[in-house]
């Protein structure tokens, strides 16, 4: 744990040097995808320490200078399979955004997803004596949750205090300066499984990189896609990638949940080659150019030409209506909605005040998918792509970019995490075997 709590430390501090340099990258290694940002960080006080433990605090001005997407290699369910290909593309990604900037990076910030997320809630507090709350106090209340057991071979992603308490005064987004008698404080733990987050550090230093920082793209899916409201009322991103998908709720502009459900719109393209006999590359373009999941009358007469190369004259040029190509399209798009579904539950998401669903990743541009999401998922769904950021090219501003996008933004707003704080040494967070209550039942 505190090997972990070392290295989250060193990385916030390389990600601060090099804005403060000026360009840092930022890397999202996907299944179906690897994409890469250069990001310039304007003037000398481009780290403008901004007031508040939160979503903003330390605000930065950026622009996006490079931008480059490869296919991805090696990668499969947001994991690496085979180091060496996923090496390759991430060098390809990476040169070809620096040939456009003009300049070389060292240092980069990456996101994955897999890993097989896992959430919990923590509740920590400590007596005040009547005082005003200091950065160290903040730094104890943190130290005194109690941690969980999270098992053997996982490490901490992310562990970002959501809610602060002052005596009976809830909702607090930054209690320094205020007096009271009790402060206490709720903390959402990120968990991932240690190898995958390794596997990652090791790739990006074989490609002569410094890794800055690491996130789920399911959290930073959620800062791009979300408006501002819907973080604060509550809502849950559902990024559909192409070998996994995330899930992340937010309320109060804290993510508070994070899962991932192993399928995506990979496993629809291979449900199209196996159903239809043909190549998986043609059966992306055939999903690309003809896909959907809502038949209608017209789509029995609407036929599809499917041209392969297999050397067999009837079995090259053949015919197939669109009807058939979403027969085998639906009942994918629905499993993954439906699992989709099934955790959300789990995560007790119809608590919340708002009900707001966005559907964002490469896999929602799925013609039909939002009537068939209302559905499954309920009545408040909408398709989401990422904020406008400057610089922005237009081939990167659809929603299979909302991970990049997201990552801009987590790199130049990072919210105050638990290695942000000189924890007292003594207090590091002892590995209880309290339950991880899901607080936000009670408190929203």
């Known amino acids: 744990m505190t090997d972990l709590y070392q290295t989250q430390r060193a990385m916030r501090h390389l990600r601060r040097a090099a804005i403060?340099?000026?360009?840092?990258?930022?890397?999202?290694?996907g299944s179906s995808k690897i994409t890469c940002l250069v990001l310039r960080f304007d003037g000398p006080d481009a780290l403008r320490e901004a007031d508040g433990v939160g979503s903003m605090a330390g605000q930065s001005a950026f622009r996006i200078i490079g931008a480059a997407t490869t296919r991805s290699r090696g990668v499969a369910f947001g994991e690496i399979a085979v180091m060496g290909e996923t090496e390759r593309a991430i060098r390809t990604a990476v040169q070809a955004a620096q040939k456009m900037a003009k300049v070389r990076v060292d240092h980069v910030i990456a996101s994955f997803s897999g890993a097989e997320p896992r959430s919990y809630g923590l509740a920590g507090d400590m007596e005040?004596?009547?005082?005003v709350v200091t950065e160290q106090d903040v730094a104890r209340v943190l130290a005194a949750c109690d941690m969980p057991d999270i098992g053997d071979g996982r490490d901490v992603l992310h562990a970002q205090p959501v809610n602060f308490a002052?005596?009976?005064?809830?909702?607090?987004?930054?209690p320094r300066g205020q007096i009271g008698n009790r402060l206490a404080c709720d903390m959402h733990l990120l968990t991932v499984d240690n190898s995958a987050v390794q596997n990652l550090v090791h790739c990006v230093n074989r490609c002569d990189l410094e890794l800055a920082g690491i996130a789920s793209s399911a959290y930073v899916s959620g800062i791009s896609s979300l408006v501002e409201d819907e973080q604060e009322l509550g809502a849950a991103c559902v990024d559909l990638g192409g070998g996994s998908s995330g899930i992340s709720i937010f309320i109060k502009r804290h993510m508070i949940y994070a899962d991932s459900?192993?399928?995506?719109?990979?496993?629809?393209?291979?449900?199209?080659?196996?159903?239809?006999?043909?190549?998986?590359?043609?059966?992306e373009k055939i999903k690309v150019k003809h896909g959907g999941v809502q038949a209608t009358g017209m789509d029995d007469r609407?036929?599809?030409?499917?041209?392969s190369e297999s050397g067999d004259w009837d079995k090259d040029r053949r015919m197939v209506s669109r009807t058939d190509l979403i027969g085998i399209m639906r009942p994918r798009v629905e499993e993954i909605l439906?699992?989709?579904?099934?955790?959300?539950?789990?995560?007790g998401f119809d608590h919340l005040p708002s009900q707001q669903i966005v559907l964002t990743g490469g896999g929602s541009q799925i013609p039909g998918l939002d009537g068939l999401a209302t559905r499954i998922l309920g009545q408040r769904v909408r398709l989401g792509r990422p904020l406008r950021v400057q610089g922005l090219p237009q081939a990167v501003t659809g929603p299979a970019f909302s991970a990049a996008v997201g990552l801009c933004l987590f790199a130049a707003h990072p919210q105050d995490e638990w290695w942000d704080f000189e924890t007292p040494a003594e207090r590091y967070p002892a590995r209880s075997l309290k339950r991880a209550f899901r607080w936000f039942k009670d408190n929203w």
Not at 20 to 29: H, K, N
Not at 302 to 307: D, F, L, T
Not at 338 to 347: N, S
């Open 20 to 29: 403060q340099r000026g360009v840092v990258a930022i890397l999202d290694v």
């Open 128 to 131: 005040l004596a009547d005082r």
């Open 166 to 174: 002052i005596d009976h005064r809830t909702g607090l987004g930054d």
């Open 261 to 283: 459900v192993r399928m995506g719109g990979d496993h629809i393209t291979s449900d199209i080659s196996k159903g239809l006999h043909i190549p998986l590359a043609l059966a």
């Open 302 to 307: 609407e036929m599809i030409e499917i041209e």
């Open 338 to 347: 439906e699992e989709v579904r099934a955790r959300l539950d789990a995560a």
